[in-house]
């Protein structure tokens, strides 16, 4: 069996680390750096350039180079490199292929599994577009950790006597998470989790480039960020002297031939005071206690009973950070972890815990909460899409729930259970997780019959999905594997489905549906538009595999749609 690596996958860094004897070791890159940034470029022979090297090429070539591709993770939006574009799930598989490779030089042996880590508050089609950059760069994904439990892992391996309410504060590049843990006996329990995902350093650097740039504007009346070369510039020097203001009272700001204005040069010259620095991003400070409210109240913790902050991300090396956290909570936090290793360490402790590398008796046991409301779109007096909660978000996992349903209407045979996933109280507004039908209720007035509708979520990202007719014991159920998006499967191509021996008899019901999609009264449905789209899909791509069982379901799902749609 192949070892198994951790990796924490960050907006600014990447880290790997594997078990060797029952510890966590940080993995060197091929430039023997234990941090490798998370920069993915192309270079002027059209090769592809990763990590340090692609992080220098970022101010010579920002066209070529992408930065900080985690904070697009999830959305189709196209990155640019030159004159290709990108989605952010190819190119975080690039730096994720690196990864695979300097692990697999370094422990000598070809590395095809991995656990990544991802901020805890990463919704599902975050997590699943982390899973399929895992797997197109060859890895297949054991596991998705949150990284504030991966951090806590890591102090727990350390600290497996003690008992105690551990509050985890992860401000990285990008992303600001929240974890309230509790640990007791050897269990290491996730209470509740919470964060803002457009929260992190990039902030704090945008915060003095405003203020740089604001500076020079008044000074020369040139904006800086109308060129190239000097917002790329501006970026860095922002970035640095955020640094230096860690450790230094202030930091000088010198750029001398930064932009031209009619022919001269001109320099950025300003120094930054940490108390100015503090001023500015004053704002960005108070974001993060709503967070930490949020958790606090959800798993119904006081302040006062919180042993221990641990900090975690390269952001809380900012001394405004544990002056912020000693403030408003009245702790001082532990440096008790390594906050740029903490994350990729743990990732690896839970590796060593699937592979069994780290033996269970020396083990913490783990659990975590789901970071989102699980449930299902019912039917009330006023709307039929009301979300009905059966998961609360932060309930520990693994957690099996159940809540009972009753008929909406006089003589119902069918419910169609449609799950979502969401903080909205209007169900489509949520993200769609998958659905099913469940069919022979006995035809009785409306109310009659009650639907027992359970939901069962465990660590390995499955949610199992089962409603009962309580009166007959009939039942039916889905798996959905939050770990594997639909949109992972292939979509082949259909359109070539009229070739197919069996098209002809299919040929009128494709027809109207494709009518009816043209239709612009779908507009005001969108969820049977969805239905009919991916039946039609279903429908053709049953044709082209010759499977007329499969067609022939996927007709009589949209015989109904249209007659629902009528
Ligand atoms: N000495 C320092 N003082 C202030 N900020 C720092 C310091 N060192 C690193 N940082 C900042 O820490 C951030 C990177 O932290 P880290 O590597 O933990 O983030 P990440 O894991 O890549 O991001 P995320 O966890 O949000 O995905 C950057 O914004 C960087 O500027
Ligand atoms: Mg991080």
């Known amino acids: 069996m192949s070892t198994v690596v951790g990796i924490d996958l960050g907006t600014s860094t990447t880290e790997a680390a594997v078990i060797r004897d029952g510890r966590p070791v940080m993995i060197v890159n091929m430039e023997n750096e234990v941090i490798t940034p998370s920069a993915i470029g192309i270079d002027a022979n059209g090769n592809w350039v990763i990590g340090e090297k692609a992080r220098a090429q970022y101010l010579l070539s920002p066209q070529n180079t992408a930065i900080e591709v985690k904070r697009k993770i999830g959305t189709d939006e196209k990155i640019a490199l030159g004159r290709q574009t990108y989605t952010s799930v190819e190119l975080s598989a690039k730096l994720l292929e690196y990864v695979k490779i300097y692990a697999s030089e370094y422990l000598e042996e070809e590395i095809t599994r991995a656990v990544i880590s991802v901020p805890a508050y990463f919704d599902e089609i975050q997590r699943q577009a982390t899973v399929r950059a895992g797997m197109e760069a060859g890895l297949q994904v054991e596991r998705i950790l949150n990284e504030p439990t991966a951090a806590a892992l890591s102090y727990g391996l350390e600290h497996m006597e003690e008992e105690s309410h551990i509050l985890v504060y992860d401000l990285g590049g990008g992303t600001f998470d929240v974890t309230l843990l509790e640990m007791f006996d050897g269990v290491l329990e996730v209470k509740a989790s919470n964060g803002d995902n457009q929260l992190g350093g990039k902030d704090f650097d945008e915060k003095l480039m405003e203020w740089l740039n604001g500076q020079f504007l008044k000074k020369h ?36 031939m930064i932009m031209e ?33 949020v958790v606090l109240a959800d798993s119904g913790v006081l302040p006062k009973d919180i042993d221990r902050v641990i900090l975690v991300g390269g952001s809380t090396r900012m001394p405004i950070v544990a002056k912020d956290i000693e403030q408003y909570l009245g702790i001082v936090p532990s440096r008790a972890v390594n906050p740029d290793y903490a994350v990729a360490e743990g990732a690896a402790i839970q590796a060593g815990i699937i592979q069994g590398t780290i033996r269970q008796e020396d083990s913490i046991m783990m659990t975590d909460v789901n970071p989102y409301t699980l449930g299902i779109r019912v039917m009330d007096g006023m709307t039929d899409d009301r979300m009905s909660v059966i998961i609360p978000r932060n309930v520990t996992i693994p957690t099996t729930r159940n809540q009972i349903y009753y008929t909406s209407w006089d003589y119902q045979t069918e419910a169609h259970i449609v799950i979502y996933q969401g903080e909205s109280a209007i169900a489509s507004s949520n993200h769609f997780l998958g659905d099913f039908v469940v069919q022979n209720i006995p035809a009785k007035i409306a109310g009659k019959e009650k639907l027992g509708v359970e939901f069962s979520y465990n660590m390995n990202g ?17 798996k959905i594997n939050m770990l594997e998006n639909s949109e992972a499967e292939e979509q082949i191509d259909v359109s070539k489905w009229k070739e197919a021996p069996g098209a002809k008899q299919f040929r009128t019901i494709i027809r109207r549906v494709e009518k009816a999609l043209k239709n612009s009264e779908i507009q005001y449905e969108p969820f049977l538009e969805e239905e009919l789209e991916e039946n039609l899909y279903e429908l053709k791509k049953a044709l082209i595999a010759e499977n007329l069982e499969a067609a022939k379901e996927a007709e009589e799902e949209l015989l109904d749609l249209l007659e629902e749609l009528e």
């Open 261 to 293: 204005k009619a022919g001269e040069p001109l320099a950025l010259d300003e120094v930054v005071t940490a108390e100015q620095f503090e001023e500015m991003t004053k704002e960005l400070m108070a974001r993060t206690h709503h967070p930490i409210d």
């Open 462 to 478: 499955m949610l199992d999905v089962k409603a009962t007719i309580l009166s007959t014991g009939a039942d039916a159920s889905i």
């Open 221 to 256: 009346g040139v904006d800086l960020r109308t060129n190239t070369y000097a917002a790329v510039k501006l970026k860095e020097e922002a970035e640095r002297c955020k640094k230096v203001l860690s450790t230094e009272a202030s930091c000088h700001v010198l750029v001398p």
